[in-house]
């Protein structure tokens, strides 16, 4: 009999089923396509415990009581597909773990509908790639507690482990909170890869060479910058291609994206969170893809006409803090977004279990997510990262090069709308007045929506008969 039941064999599926045969756990598994398995079983999982099912009805028979089924497939119907004909093949108690990138509110609804019919539902995010659900992902489970203690021994046991050896999985909390992380760790990572690019971009307009980039990356992975993404972006930078160039160069301007960013995105305007360097991240994407239009308006519409001489070693010491600075104002960001959902679905996040959870194995494990940890285990209410000692400092450190990154950027013609836009949250988020006093006046102007005053009590609100004919009639208070 089997310990757990895989459904999917694409390049996740087919990892995360032989990272769990390599720890001794006996995994059935089932593909749409059945020549899949039989062809899984013969080259991948040849010489393992792997068991082949045809059928879902064969599948379920393989498996030990309480029945653990994983999810590897595309989110949205498919998994309500396989959910509906799962159902009427198993038993009360028995388990359904979605580990594909689900929206968090199909989790959400997923949980509560198979709780009727006594089947627990977990929605888990994976992260670490086809290499880390080899070797060992960053694992993130939500949904159901009551299918925790039965999962437990499996999950933590094929997880990433960090520095000190504790696994890169634990149980994150209810209802959807396991894909609502994930997501945000995936809004994270949108905007890393791109404040990234963004400096390869600097670093490639100034004059870099392909491998002075992949030194200069090389050598930033050594320090604050360490990460998993610093390190692969040196890797593709050294990358020679068969004929002797540079891959990179040869790969088109245009990225992918699979909604989770986007979606992390329209969440935070729903929540009012300034998400705005991972949604800015998203828009970048979305610029990306607009190729045909961007070839014609590179022939039309000017560039500055002179760019200022650089010095290489200044622009290569500004570039290191400011990514360091931006990359903590995106992880910032991230949890902001995580503390306003935990209050709003009630979840009771832990964020310094959060960020422990991303030390290893994920695609944004980084050498600060240590700090995140320490400055949430030292203050758990903490509102902001920002706000902490360590980074305080650190922000103080980099602030000047993040400006003088960003003004080279902008007098040279290269678009940095992450660096830029984590850089205008900065100077907004440590501004205690904003001009948004003339808004709530033009608010108050043309629509009577009335505005507090700074020597009045909060709460308070006032209408002004601006141009003598309004009246004193004002609009009622509300937030959408």
């Known amino acids: 009999m089997a310990d757990i039941g895989l459904i999917g064999l694409a390049v996740m599926g087919q990892n995360l089923v032989m990272n769990m045969n390599d720890h ?65 093949l198993l038993d009360e108690g028995d388990i359904i773990i979605d580990g594909g990138n689900s929206l968090y509110t199909d989790t959400e609804r997923r949980v509560a509908d198979l709780a009727k019919s006594g089947i627990l539902y977990i929605g888990t995010g994976v992260s670490g790639g086809e290499e880390g659900a080899r070797h060992g992902p960053s694992i993130m489970p939500g949904g159901n507690a009551a299918a925790w203690p039965a999962l437990k021994p499996i999950l933590q046991t094929i997880a990433a482990r960090a520095g000190d050896n504790e696994p890169c999985c634990d149980w994150v909390g209810g209802g959807g909170a396991g894909h609502y992380v994930k997501m945000v760790h995936n809004g994270i990572e949108y905007g890393d890869m791109q404040l990234i690019c963004e400096a390869y971009h600097l670093l490639l307009t100034a004059g870099f060479s392909y491998p002075e980039m992949h030194e200069v990356f090389t050598r930033w992975n050594k320090g604050v910058l360490n990460s998993y993404l610093v390190e692969i972006t040196a890797n593709i930078l050294g990358y020679v291609d068969a004929d002797g160039n540079h891959l990179l160069e040869k790969i088109l301007d245009t990225a ?19 998400l705005t360097l991972i949604t800015e991240s998203v828009f970048s994407r979305c610029i990306s893809a607009l190729k045909d239009q961007r070839v014609r308006a590179s022939k039309l519409l000017p560039a500055p006409d002179t760019v200022d001489a650089v010095d290489r ?23 902001m977004l995580l503390r306003e959902a935990s209050v709003e679905n009630g979840w009771d996040l ?44 650190a922000m103080s450190g980099a602030q000047l090069a993040w400006r003088n990154s960003v003004v080279t950027a902008v007098r040279g013609g290269v678009p940095v709308p992450c660096l830029s836009a984590g850089l205008a949250f900065y100077d907004s988020y440590r501004s205690a007045g904003l001009p948004a006093n003339l808004i709530q006046a033009q608010r108050d102007y043309f629509g009577a929506h009335s505005y507090e005053r ?19 009639v004002a609009s009622t208070q509300y937030e959408v």
């Open 24 to 88: 001794g756990f006996t995994v059935a598994v089932f593909n749409r396509t059945p020549s899949r398995v039989d062809e899984f079983l013969e080259k991948a999982a040849r010489d393992s415990n792997v068991v082949g099912a045809h059928s879902l009805q064969a599948l379920v028979d393989a498996l030990e009581s309480p029945r653990r089924i994983m999810l590897m497939v595309k989110a949205g119907e498919v998994v309500d597909d396989y959910i509906d004909q799962l159902v009427p």
């Open 454 to 472: 700074v020597d009045k009590p909060r709460g308070v609100f006032f209408h002004s008969d601006w141009t003598g004919s309004g009246g004193d």
């Open 350 to 393: 832990d964020y310094r279990a959060i960020a422990l959870l991303w030390r290893g194995g994920c695609i944004i494990r980084s050498v600060f997510l240590d700090d995140i940890a320490a400055a949430f285990g030292a203050d758990p209410a903490l509102e902001n990262i920002l706000l902490d000692d360590f980074f305080c400092q």
């Open 313 to 335: 070693e200044q622009i290569v010491a500004d570039l290191e803090q400011a990514l360091y600075a931006a990359k903590i104002v995106s992880y910032a960001q991230g949890f």
């Open 256 to 274: 992918g994206q699979k909604g989770t960013g986007k979606w992390a995105g329209v969440n935070a305007l729903e929540l009012g969170m300034p």
